[in-house]
């Protein structure tokens, strides 16, 4: 089946550790974007790539890093410069049909600082 | 930028009777495109219905309708015969076709169902 991954489920990182989420996907989308989500706010936009080698930053991008060497993989690094990032984290994909293309969804990682 | 504003921070419904969650956005742009997203207790975001804002017609899915209103910048989703599996948060956005990497979302409205 045709999909997103996302590992782990669940991530605790300690002060000052840099972590990466994983993401993968099998739906030869060429677009891929990483948003955070916080309790009462909506998704927010972090990083966004759409072709191998290239990426962009979102709106709240400080903090993180990302690549994109193929292009089924975009793993997101939360760095130590991010102050709270504790939230839950969505990769998603999306196919090359503009505004119309709808934006496919991985299960998400919870991360947690302790 | 635009915005999107879901007024309902929670709702909830009887089962099998109808529901509608409220969804309002702010642009300038004459062309767009506005989503449901659904994502229940497992976290994963599950589309439920989208509407090209060329197009008067109101999408429906199955159970799912919307009410489009353009000149009010309204994007309400209805949900018929409601159901225990329809818990959960609703997530309305909104995507310009000028730039394919922004999509807007609301703060979500928390939907309960009783049985």
């Known amino acids: 089946d045709g999909g997103i991954t996302q590992s782990p489920k669940y991530l605790f990182r300690k002060e000052g550790q840099n972590v990466t989420l994983s993401c993968e996907q099998n739906l030869n989308h060429d677009a891929m974007y990483w948003y955070r989500q916080d309790p009462g706010q909506g998704l927010r936009l972090i990083y966004y790539s759409q072709i191998v080698n290239d990426f962009q930053k979102g709106d709240i991008a400080e903090g993180y890093s990302v690549s994109r060497e193929k292009k089924e993989s975009f793993p997101l690094t939360v760095t130590s410069a991010q102050k709270n990032p504790t939230a839950f984290y969505l990769c998603?994909?999306?196919?090359?049909?503009?505004?119309?293309?709808?934006?496919?969804f991985g299960p998400g990682t919870r991360l947690t600082v302790l | 930028a635009q915005t999107v504003t879901q007024s309902q921070p929670e709702m909830s419904v009887q089962e099998a009777e109808t529901v509608t969650l409220s969804c309002t956005y702010d642009t300038s742009e004459s062309d767009y495109y506005l989503f449901w997203y659904k994502q229940p207790p497992s976290r994963q975001m599950i589309l439920v219905i989208r509407q090209e804002a060329y197009k008067q017609q109101n999408a429906t899915e199955n159970r799912f309708s919307v009410n489009f209103q353009k000149a009010a910048k309204s994007f309400s989703l209805k949900i018929s015969d409601s159901q225990l599996g329809d818990a959960a948060m609703y997530f309305c956005a909104y995507r310009s076709p000028y730039n394919n990497n922004d999509m807007r979302f609301g703060a979500g409205t928390r939907l309960t169902v009783k049985p």
């Open positions: 998603a994909s999306s196919p090359p049909a503009g505004g119309r293309a709808v934006k496919y």
